[in-house]
């Protein structure tokens, strides 16, 4: 078939469908807690300053507000002698979520400051065989937020804009940076970020490609405001996605992501905070170990601004519900981004990664052209799977 051709049928297969995704599960309000597993160890997985705590000992840095906005936060009421860490929250969801979902996050404040790097972000089982998605994510005073993703050998990105609003940095996936996209709309990140009531991200995990949009408060389009038991899975009201890592030849997508966890934490100083030039860069003392030094020890007044205030995240899909591994509990594996490696995973897994139907349409109606290029390129497992799925609908 000629990609033309190819196109019009992938538009009128989402005209078809008419996609309504399923909220698949709600992390809101009172029972935000409910179904996270607290880390309950030292930062291994960053170097970190840090000890992230169980969930008996959570009370006062994980916990929700009358007004109903989970907030996970960095201790900034305990005195740290030098030599000891600090206390702060590492959450990883119990559910896995497959290819084919998108999770609206709708946020009030992210952590900044000297020292803090905080992060919302997804991983598989096996890292980084299986992915990871970093979807909020930097350090210090950085005025922006950096996305990334990481995977094993042989996933490279294009260094090209045209379809996405973010400016890509790196394109090699397996490094220790991952394949990274700044965003460029205003107020995403840091102290702005914070002063402008916060904002609203989408994700979209999907066979034609991993795609995240960020509204700053006051911009968030009505399709997402609305999507709280359902989502219309027309992302064309969208524009642009702030970062666009189309599945193609280069990168299959399904071939390099399975089931997703996410990840909320923060950690202070590390790989990448703590590194002496990066945390000069926006801090201004390049001294070795001046990023533990002058905030993490002492009476912790420099973080009163490193908590994150969420109100909702909800995934939506096509699939009837989320799969669950067999988890061993608080162990949760995997590095994040800048990325030690060390966290080997414990969790077992019986996650079945078959993509549902429609899954590939919610890519394609994307108003990127990112879906219908993924088809173009040579035919790859799950391509193939998410057009099978839209060619069996077509024929209903
Ligand atoms: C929680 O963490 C504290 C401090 O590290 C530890 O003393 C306690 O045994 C932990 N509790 C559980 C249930 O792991
Ligand atoms: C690159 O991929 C290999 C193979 O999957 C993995 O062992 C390694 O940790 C990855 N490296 C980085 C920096 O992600
Ligand atoms: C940089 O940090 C070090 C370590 O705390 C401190 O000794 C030094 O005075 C700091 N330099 C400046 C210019 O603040
Ligand atoms: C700690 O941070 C919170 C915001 O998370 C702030 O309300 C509080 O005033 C800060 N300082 C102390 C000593 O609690
Ligand atoms: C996954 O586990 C969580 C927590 O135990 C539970 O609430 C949820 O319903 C499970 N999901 C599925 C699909 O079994």
Redesign the pocket.
């Known amino acids: 078939m000629k990609a033309a051709t190819l196109a019009s049928v992938v538009s009128l297969a989402s005209a078809a469908i008419a996609a309504q995704l399923n909220l698949i599960k709600e992390y809101a309000g009172s029972s935000f807690f409910d179904d996270w597993d607290f880390y309950?160890h030292w930062d291994d997985l960053n170097n970190g300053n840090i000890?992230y705590?169980?969930?008996?000992?959570s009370a006062s840095l994980a916990y929700v507000t009358p007004s109903g906005n989970a907030v996970i936060k960095i201790d900034n009421t305990t005195t740290v002698p030098n030599n000891d860490p600090r206390n702060s929250v590492r959450i990883t969801t119990k559910d896995f979520f497959e290819i084919g979902t998108i999770w609206i996050m709708d946020v009030v404040h992210a952590p900044y400051g000297c020292s803090v790097w905080p992060s919302i972000w997804t991983k598989g089982t096996l890292w980084p065989e299986e992915g990871e998605i970093d979807i909020i994510e930097g350090v210090n005073l950085m005025t922006y937020n950096q996305m990334a993703l990481h995977t094993g050998v042989d996933c490279t990105m294009p260094l090209d804009n045209t379809d996405q609003t973010g400016t890509a940095l790196l394109s090699n996936c397996n490094t220790t940076s991952g394949c990274t996209v700044k965003e460029n709309t205003p107020n995403n990140y840091g102290a702005a970020f914070a002063q402008n009531g916060g904002g609203v991200w989408a994700l979209q995990f999907d066979v034609s490609g991993i795609f995240i949009w960020f509204w700053q408060r006051g911009n968030v389009p009505a399709s997402v405001t609305a999507a709280i038991t359902s989502l219309d899975a027309d992302t064309s009201s969208w524009g642009k996605p702030s970062a666009s890592w189309a599945s193609s030849s280069s990168c299959n997508i399904a071939q390099h992501f399975q089931a997703q966890q996410m990840v909320m934490d923060i950690t202070a100083c590390g790989d990448w905070a703590g590194v002496p030039s990066i945390y000069g860069s926006t801090c201004g003392n390049t001294t070795t170990n001046a990023c533990y030094l002058n905030n993490v020890v002492g009476n912790g007044a420099n973080y009163d601004t490193a908590y994150f205030e969420v109100a909702s995240i909800r995934a939506f899909s096509a699939n009837a519900a989320t799969s669950n591994a067999t988890s061993s509990g608080?162990a949760g594996p995997a590095a994040t981004s800048s990325g030690a490696s060390s966290g080997a995973s414990t969790a077992t897994s019986t996650v079945t990664t078959t993509p549902a139907a429609g899954t590939g349409s919610t890519g394609a109606s994307g108003g990127t052209g990112s879906g219908a290029a993924a088809l173009v390129t040579p035919v790859s497992l799950g391509v193939a799977v998410g057009l099978v799925s839209l060619l069996s609908l077509l024929m209903l």
């Open positions: 309950g000890i705590v169980n969930q008996s000992d608080s």
